[in-house]
């Protein structure tokens, strides 16, 4: 796996190998950022349920200020230290292992807002409703904004939670990628 644009383009990362953790492919990875309606550039992100850190780790080569990558696994976040350190990005970047709706939750009365919220949960959990819908609930998702969940095509999702409204959704073979923001 590798990043694709930004300051660490062509920099190799780890990703599991014969684990739970699902990476985001390269090409999807590459489209989510092609799509993504905004510049990060100084922007702060949140990984939710964060696997290798790959969409955190592309943000931040391509200019985000700082990210917040959470995973539950503590597998997950060892592997995410290591590419931290490995492509310099330690000092911009947190780690949580933590339940993504436990920090959610902590983050929802903490005043805390980001211009970008990733979530790649397991697939055909319900877990991008039930987190989506947190998200809305919390606040902390910056007018402006855009959460990106990607899910199985398999997977109902629904097309708006609270204020948060999908404006797009494409396929890549099994894999969705759903994207959210303000209803304005």
Same mark, same amino acid.
């Given at each position: 796996? %590798?990043?694709?644009?930004?300051?660490?383009? #062509?920099?190799?990362? !780890?990703?599991? !190998?014969?684990?739970?953790?699902? /990476?985001?492919?390269?090409?999807? @990875?590459?489209?989510?950022?092609?799509?993504?309606? %905004?510049? $990060?550039?100084?922007?702060?992100?949140?990984? $939710?349920?964060? #696997?290798?850190?790959? =969409?955190? =780790?592309?943000?931040?080569?391509?200019?985000?200020?700082?990210?917040? $990558?959470?995973?539950?696994?503590?597998?997950?976040?060892?592997?995410?230290? #290591?590419?931290?350190?490995?492509?310099?990005?330690?000092?911009?970047? @947190?780690?949580?292992?933590?339940?993504?709706? !436990?920090?959610?939750? %902590?983050?929802?009365?903490? +005043?805390?807002?980001?211009?970008?919220?990733?979530?790649? /949960?397991?697939?055909? &959990?319900?877990?991008?409703?039930?987190?989506?819908?947190?998200?809305?609930?919390? +606040?902390? $998702?910056?007018?402006? &904004?855009?959460?990106?969940?990607?899910?199985?095509?398999?997977? *109902?999702?629904?097309?708006?939670?609270?204020?948060?409204? *999908? *404006?797009?959704? %494409?396929?890549? +073979?099994?894999?969705? =990628?759903?994207?959210?923001?303000?209803?304005?």
């Amino acid at each position: 796996m %590798r990043i694709i644009g930004g300051t660490a383009r #062509g920099r190799r990362i !780890k990703a599991p !190998k014969g684990s739970t953790i699902r /990476p985001t492919a390269d090409r999807v @990875r590459e489209a989510l950022f092609n799509i993504l309606p %905004r510049d $990060l550039s100084g922007k702060q992100v949140l990984d $939710l349920f964060a #696997g290798s850190g790959s =969409l955190s =780790l592309e943000a931040l080569s391509r200019g985000a200020a700082a990210a917040l $990558l959470v995973d539950e696994s503590t597998e997950a976040a060892g592997l995410i230290h #290591g590419n931290l350190e490995t492509l310099g990005f330690t000092d911009r970047a @947190r780690v949580w292992t933590v339940p993504a709706g !436990k920090a959610v939750n %902590r983050l929802a009365g903490g +005043g805390h807002a980001y211009d970008a919220i990733f979530l790649d /949960p397991p697939y055909d &959990g319900g877990w991008v409703n039930r987190t989506m819908a947190l998200v809305a609930e919390a +606040g902390i $998702l910056h007018a402006g &904004g855009a959460a990106v969940a990607e899910h199985s095509v398999r997977e *109902r999702v629904e097309e708006k939670y609270g204020e948060l409204v *999908r *404006r797009d959704r %494409r396929r890549y +073979g099994d894999t969705v =990628l759903s994207f959210f923001e303000f209803d304005n």
